[in-house]
């Protein structure tokens, strides 16, 4: 099986979107992207399980990335895709198979870029970390990710989403003592001890630092809670689950260190942790990046809302890592992702086409 790369790019992404792809089963459409690449002779194609990495070698002084994943959320009765109007309907439109599809028609259609690039397809970003396709990558062959600048074609509705947020996941505990609930003075309850907890959450201001230009908006928020032995005992534990999105002005070791400080008294554990990604829009080839695809200098594009943050995380923090700087920028919709009614913007694909292309070959 293969994919006509030529076809336009709404044709494309609704034959990728038609190729079930649901994390972990990524294959059957990795198989035609690869056999659809090696046909091209200005790309070197190398795998790596189910990702692939495409590019050109034409001695640049500069090499970009675009990059994109290929896999879905699970369905929801929302396959095969439909037209509706300007709209196309289906899992994955916008998360993200319109920016995979406007970078394979690039891969195809631009033979000769004014840059080398670096097109990446990879597998398992919608699921636990140690599947992640571009961190198995960045591992075993970071010299396959070495770059001057990357952009990562996640929805962010055509415009530029500069780093992301960093994101702790914590459990405070409560302590207290066991008792029969009819002699409840004789223990202490942990569920009621909580509430202190909760107090510092409804407590809290969400800081808004501006990291390089741009405002981040931070979140403090208790996301589960458990607690409880039986119907006629007193507890004595009580764990709240809280999620802290922090700017990337900060590191996860000063994020941590930032919310034991907060609860100091209870019990602290760290559950998961990512840091962000700075928005290294100050990087000249970012920079240029920027320009091209609003049409104006970064200060006035931040001023229009053309270039915002990245309120959330994405795998721009992978390319952080690696010391690339890197930004999302896709046609879809952030708000649809996951949706049962997920669809994207069928003119807004063009559109991110035709700007990402020009950059590419002014």
């Known amino acids: 099986m293969r994919l006509d790369l030529f076809s336009d790019v709404a ?9 079930e792809s649901v994390s972990g089963a990524e294959k059957a459409l990795v198989d035609a992207l690869e056999v659809s690449l090696r ?16 590019r050109t070698g034409l001695g640049r002084p500069e090499r970009v990335i675009l990059a994109g994943h290929s896999d879905t959320v699970p ?11 300007t709209r196309l309907y289906g899992c994955g439109t916008s998360d993200m198979k319109s920016g995979l599809a406007v970078m394979l028609r690039l891969a195809a259609t631009v033979p000769e870029p004014n840059r080398d690039v670096t097109y990446l397809v990879y597998e398992c970003e919608e699921v636990e970390a140690e599947r992640n396709g571009l961190r198995r990558l960045g591992a075993n062959r970071p010299d396959l990710l070495r770059g001057d600048f990357a952009v990562l074609l996640e929805s962010s509705l055509g415009e530029i989403e500069g780093g992301c947020q960093g994101t702790l996941r914590i459990e405070v505990t409560a302590r207290g003592e066991r008792a029969h609930s009819a002699r409840a003075w004789t223990g202490s309850n942990a569920i009621h001890t909580a509430g202190a907890i909760l107090d510092v959450l409804r407590a809290y201001e969400p800081s808004r630092p501006v990291v390089d230009g741009l405002q981040f908006h931070e979140g403090l928020n208790a996301v589960g809670i458990r607690g409880g032995v039986a119907g006629n005992v007193i507890p004595d534990e009580c764990v709240v689950t809280i999620n802290y999105r922090f700017a990337p002005d900060k590191s996860v070791a000063q994020a941590e260190a930032w919310l034991r400080e907060l609860f100091t008294g209870f019990e602290v554990t760290v559950i998961d942790a990512a840091g962000g990604a700075r928005p290294g829009l100050t990087d000249p080839v970012a920079a240029a990046f920027a320009e091209a695809i609003t049409g104006c200098g970064l200060a006035e594009a931040v001023a229009q809302d053309k270039v915002r943050a990245k309120l959330g995380w994405t795998d721009v923090a992978r390319f952080a890592e690696l010391g690339v700087p890197a930004v999302n920028c896709g046609p879809g919709d952030p708000s649809l992702a996951h949706t049962k009614g997920e669809y994207v913007e069928i003119p807004r694909i063009f559109a991110c086409e035709e700007r990402i292309r020009a950059w590419l070959t002014a």
Do not use: F, K
Not at 11 to 19: C, H, M, P, S
Not at 39 to 45: D, I, K, R
Not at 79 to 84: G, H, M, N, T, V
């Open 11 to 19: 044709e494309l992404t609704r034959a990728l979107v038609d190729i």
């Open 39 to 54: 046909e091209l002779p200005h790309l070197t194609v190398e795998r790596d399980g189910d990702t692939l990495v495409a």
């Open 75 to 85: 369905l929801n009765g929302n396959l095969p895709s439909r037209i509706e109007g």
